[in-house]
């Protein structure tokens, strides 16, 4: 491992990190949330996370670096073989755990519930919601509840809910909850066998495209027809980001001047 941007592990030296790493054989390739988990023999784990325009690739020794390569991995004996982490904007970065304990501590005060996992039920969705006046597309970006939501799966879930962006989570019905936690899985679902969002940068560890900004149901599709009532999409925004509904579909909540 060789990490040519120091921004990459910090507060931790490149050292510590390729020290920890090198020579390890990977056991297991992981993901929590939006991390990446490479676990390495001696229960060595490495956690990186993509961020903005971090991409993965893998790469065959004689084939030219990519541009913005932060961290190289020469990976078997022949060094044949290489995975490159490359990142334009350099928000992407990497930790290194030593020992189980150390990777679930570092995940127990970052991530919730895995939506993918049996875990996620609507009593657990609902239990999570309880009490609670944030408004429901903030809370589903808050990775400390429900991890590995973004924004764009947040907008299509919350179209397929049919439950517009601003409405208190804890407001929300018995149904509306199902029907959230169902468009939470069937967004991720959707995402993943489309092989994830390529609007600018994501690329797959051998440079493909994912297509699944072609199959959007709501998101980016401001000023074209809802393809469930044929109202036109609009944009709004919602906990700072972009945020695009259906105003037929997902009704705005009565606002309460008097809270
Ligand atoms: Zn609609």
Sequence with gaps: MEVLDPRWCEPAPPSA?????????IERFGRRGKYLILSLEDDVHLAMHLRMTGNLLLAHAPDPDPPYLRVRFVLGPDGAKEMLFTD????????????????????ASRL????LSPDFTAEALRALARGRRA???????????I???GNIYADEALWRARIH????????????????????????????????????DFRHADGARGSFQDRFLV????????????TT????????????????????????RSA
């Design 88 to 107: 334009v904007r350099r928000f992407g970065t990497g930790t290194v755990l030593l020992g189980s304990d150390a990777l679930a501590e570092f995940f």
């Design 165 to 200: 962006p601003l409405r208190p989570v804890g407001s929300l019905k018995r149904a509306q909850i199902e029907a959230l936690r169902e468009g939470v899985v069937e967004a991720l679902a959707e995402g993943i066998d489309a092989k994830g969002a390529s609007i600018d």
């Design 233 to 256: 999409i609009t944009k709004l925004r919602a906990a700072g980001r972009g945020t695009y509904i259906c105003p037929n579909c997902q009704r705005r909540p009565r606002l309460r």
């Design 135 to 145: 408004p429901v597309k903030a809370f589903l970006l808050t990775q400390e509840r």
């Design 112 to 115: 919730g519930v895995e939506p």
């Design 219 to 230: 998101h980016m599709r401001e000023g074209e027809p809802c393809t469930r009532c044929g």
């Design 147 to 149: 991890a590995g939501v």
């Design 17 to 25: 990190l390729e020290d920890a790493v090198r020579g390890r054989a």
